[in-house]
């Protein structure tokens, strides 16, 4: 048996992670119900002045190892990414201080802020070339988010 690794050979590619954190406030309302159809459907999280969450994200890229330099990507680089990203929403308003949501009148849900977070990583330079492959968002401990991009399909 060969014992030395031969990546360049191998059949399928390697998952990496890089997780980070951010701690932001948001209120979950739709400018498309009423006051009480918000209250309804949204509760607690509905409250005028927000709420706020200690959010943990986790970004999986997936390819080949590199045969030269033995990575999928650099996770410095990923590092650096992710908190460039993050960086626009931590200790801030998601629906007041972030461009995207204020403007566009998107509910601040977990679902939205994950697809937010994938929409900026894949633009992001420092991941040029790498292939996301899924963002996953815990809002809480019991409340996660896995978006695997627009064209992913189960």
């Given amino acids: 048996m060969d014992s030395k690794l031969s990546p360049g050979r191998e059949s399928g590619g390697v998952f990496i992670s890089r ?3 951010f701690s932001a406030a948001h209120r979950l309302h739709s400018p498309s119900l009423s006051d009480e159809e918000n209250q309804k459907l949204f ?21 080949r190892v590199d045969p ?8 410095v680089d ?18 007041k201080d972030v ?8 509910v601040s849900t977990a679902e939205n802020i994950t697809i937010y977070i994938w929409q900026q990583l894949s633009q ?3 991941l040029d070339g790498q292939r996301l492959y899924e ?16 064209d992913y399909v189960p």
């Fill in 19 to 21: 997780t980070e954190t």
């Fill in 43 to 63: 509760g607690k999280c509905n409250s005028p002045n927000g709420h706020g969450h200690n959010y943990k994200v986790v970004l999986t890229l997936y390819g």
């Fill in 68 to 75: 030269v330099n033995g990575m999928v990507a650099n996770l």
């Fill in 78 to 95: 990923v590092g650096i990414a992710m908190k460039d990203v993050l960086g626009q929403l931590d200790h801030k308003n998601i629906d």
């Fill in 99 to 106: 461009e995207f949501f204020r403007t566009t009148g998107t």
């Fill in 124 to 126: 992001h330079k420092s």
């Fill in 135 to 150: 963002v996953t968002v815990h809002e809480t401990d019991k409340n996660v988010v896995l978006y695997r991009g627009p």
